[in-house]
């Protein structure tokens, strides 16, 4: 915004006026700037770590009361299944060639959130592990999700930027998850019967990075500017 376009600004909408839309107009740029996308992306990491901690801040209270079953129909599973079928579903982005990526990366991600962890609590083999044990299983485990989303995602076509994008924004959730994860593995705190309490903590923690990775994905897609142009998926083409 040049000077002559502030000086007319407040010639046509007075001194109250100019000065509103001259700080509304500010608050767009910051939005848009790096420095902003920074500082809310660190906001949102440290709001997740707190929510993880609290989900599992108070379950060890009622640890003799979680059982096999509890892991079994865990929330997360019927989470993964209302997101799936009622919530990405009708999520918009901002063209129709974004919403049919997106929605398609999502479904993808928590289909394969859904088949890794129901084999791995079906098996039962975390049963008999101990906290060494434990903590490598899960780290194999999030390697094979990974690995087997982000493969599936390339043979449906999903463009590389995207992969990338959502990569570098769940790379810094996972490195946060994998912390805490140790943790509760370690951790006599959580220690129970056949490992149900740290499971059932872990399974929590898991939650919240499917809930961020859905909330954040608007703001990704929204970070990726021409590298889309002229692209086509599912019928639909990038303007």
């Not at 949102?44 to 901690?53: A, G, I, Q, V």
């Not at 609290?54 to 079994?72: C, E, G, L, V």
């Not at 599936?152 to 769940?170: C, D, F, L």
Request: hydrophobic share 40%.
């Amino acid at each position: 915004m040049e000077l002559k376009d502030v000086i007319s600004i407040f010639e046509n909408y007075g001194w109250w006026g100019g000065t509103f839309i001259i700080l509304v107009f500010v608050i767009i740029m910051l939005a848009k700037s790096k420095w902003f996308s920074d500082i809310w992306s660190k906001i949102s990491e440290r709001f997740l770590e707190r929510l993880m901690k609290n989900k599992t801040k108070d379950i060890h209270s009622s640890a003799k009361n979680i059982t096999d079953s509890d892991i079994q129909n865990h929330d997360i599973f019927n989470y993964i299944d209302f997101w799936s079928y009622s919530k990405v579903p009708t999520f918009q982005f901002s063209t129709d060639y974004r919403t049919s990526v997106f929605r398609k990366y999502l479904s993808i991600y928590l289909r394969a959130y859904k088949r890794n962890l129901k084999n791995f609590v079906t098996d039962k083999s975390y049963q008999s592990m101990d906290d060494a044990e434990l903590w490598k299983s899960f780290l194999t485990l999030t390697n094979d999700i990974v690995f087997d989303y982000e493969k599936e995602m390339k043979e449906y076509g999903i463009p590389e930027i995207v992969i990338s994008k959502m990569k570098v924004k769940n790379n810094d959730t996972i490195t946060l998850t994998i912390d805490l994860i140790e943790g509760i593995c370690n951790s006599q705190f959580y220690d129970s019967d056949d490992n149900l309490l740290k499971m059932y903590s872990i399974l929590n923690i898991l939650l919240s990075v499917l809930e961020n990775t859905i909330s954040n994905s608007e703001n990704v897609c929204n970070s990726i500017n021409g590298q889309l142009k002229g692209l086509t998926f599912d019928g639909k083409t990038e303007p």
